[in-house]
């Protein structure tokens, strides 16, 4: 299949080489002029190193601009991070042509911008509940790819075409499995929920230290007792919705046995012994921040305060945060109010991801 991949972080690179590899034609674009040239310069040969060894993977095409990737392909996968969807969309909204599909791992609500972005055209859109790999870029030609997402739960928009769009995705990512509107995709993402106490309840060490690996000694078990918690404010916004069950609670995610999560039952021993997340990581401008803060933390206690849903643990996070940034998270964030939806109901939300007007 022709697939563009949109961006130069950790997960595009991990998609175009991967996606490559397992026979698909990529159109690989992202923003870096310099790592553009770099990997042309390299004949279009990313360097993989994954559970298999290392593979040279030449990627179809290496484009220098937006509209050269997206013109002649079926589906688009946008691995940029959701603070950039707003510039991204208003970007590649004109290019877009009907019937193509949009993936926007995580999952966001980040379909919702882009739509608006595309009201004219049969575009399709989907979120995932993380992304599809937990890799490393180590150079703008090598990406070392330490877990594949073993189960990803995909919400569509419009809902009504899941049908149809599901099973576009599932010939790119067989792991994926429908969870309904892009709404529940959005309660499935895993980043807000595992990393912002992994950044709050670690400030001392990260800001101390030149490197910290939050997900080795900065998970210990007070630290995920917090977690544990937010996650269970999000499964019950989620029941609250009638989304139904799996809900992937984060518990299954360290847990060696039993329940298979995401990223199956070894991905955190895996994540941990990879020693590739032991980073710098500024926690005023860190993607962990920005994104999983500001946009992932920040729409989930919309949600909670549009249902009248009480959430001490989003909630105080929300507050510690907006001090450490200087910023009023709970009003700036991504929030249904700042989105222009919050007037609505429950079924008139529901019916809108259905596409139902």
Not at 112 to 132: D, H, Q, R, V
């Amino acid at each position: 299949m022709k697939i563009a991949i949109i961006g130069g972080g950790n997960g595009s690179y991990a998609a175009a080489a991967d996606l490559t590899f397992q026979g698909h034609e990529i159109y690989f674009w992202q923003r870096s002029t310099k790592n553009t040239k770099q990997l042309i310069n390299n004949n279009n040969i990313i360097l993989m190193n994954d559970h298999t060894g290392k593979n040279h993977v030449k990627i179809s095409v290496i484009c220098k601009t937006l509209e050269q990737a997206v013109k002649n392909v079926e589906v688009i996968i946008i691995l940029l991070p959701a603070f950039s969807q707003k510039d991204i969309a208003k970007k590649i909204s004109p290019m877009l042509l009907n019937e193509q599909i949009v993936f926007l791992p995580p999952a966001s609500f980040g379909s919702w911008i882009f739509a608006n972005e595309c009201k004219n055209k049969n575009i399709y859109f989907a979120e995932s509940g993380t992304l599809p790999y937990l890799a490393r870029k180590k150079n703008s030609n090598t990406i070392e790819i330490t877990t594949r997402a073993s189960r990803l739960p995909t919400g569509v928009y419009p809902k009504n075409r899941a049908v149809k769009i599901i099973k576009k995705l599932k010939s790119i990512y067989p792991s994926i499995e429908y969870c309904g509107d892009i709404l529940s995709a959005a309660l499935m993402n895993a980043g807000p929920i595992i990393h912002p106490p992994l950044i709050i309840l670690n400030t001392g060490p990260l800001e101390h230290f030149s490197k910290w690996d939050i997900h080795n000694e900065g998970t210990q078990n007070s630290v995920k007792k917090v977690i544990f918690a937010l996650d269970n404010e999000r499964i019950l916004l989620r029941k609250k919705l009638n989304y139904k069950s799996p809900h992937f609670p984060i518990s299954d995610h360290y847990n060696k046995k039993d329940r298979k999560w995401m990223y199956g039952n070894l991905a955190h021993e895996n994540l941990k012994s990879s020693k590739n997340w032991r980073e710098h990581i500024d926690i005023k401008k860190h993607r962990y921040i920005i994104e999983d803060i500001k946009i992932g933390l920040c729409f989930m206690y919309s949600i909670a305060v549009w249902l009248n849903v009480k959430v001490p643990i989003t909630s105080s996070i929300l507050d510690i945060s907006s001090v450490i940034l200087n910023e009023d998270l709970k009003n700036n964030g991504r929030t249904l109010q700042n989105l222009k939806i919050d007037k609505l109901s429950i079924t008139q939300l529901k019916n809108k991801l259905k596409g139902i007007e």
